[in-house]
Nanobody, 120 residues
């Protein structure tokens, strides 16, 4: 059974960098053809896709966030990390990590989500 678990600070000050880690258990993040995404949901809004890191380490981002977002991975810990620079209160959201197979229409596993507030 694959499990994903997000971790990171619940509160970040404006202009700082948000860093969130997703730890994957039950399967390697290098297993062929799987993609690991970050998604967020701001208060009163729908889900917003942030970006992905693939089994091979390639990344891709939403055009709206690509200038501020990066995703890296630690294979020794089977983790991948989202960094979002220069945050504002509009980055306040519940952040999720999730896995999907190639271009499958939906994710097969999700983390439980972690709440992040951007406030001074």
């Amino acid at each position: 059974q694959v499990q994903l678990q997000e971790s990171g600070p619940g509160l970040v000050k404006p202009s700082q960098t948000l860093s969130l880690t997703c730890t994957v258990s039950g399967g390697s993040i290098t297993t062929n053809n799987y993609y690991y995404d970050w998604i967020r949901q701001s208060p009163g809004k729908g889900l917003e896709w942030i970006g992905f890191i693939s089994y091979s380490g390639s990344t891709g981002f939403s055009p709206a966030l690509e200038s501020r977002a990066s995703i890296s991975r630690d294979l020794s810990r089977n983790q991948f990390t989202l960094q979002l620079i220069s945050v504002t209160p509009e980055d306040t959201a519940v952040y999720y990590c999730a896995r999907k197979y190639q271009v499958a229409p939906r994710y097969d596993y999700w983390g439980q989500g972690t709440q992040v507030a951007v406030s001074s």
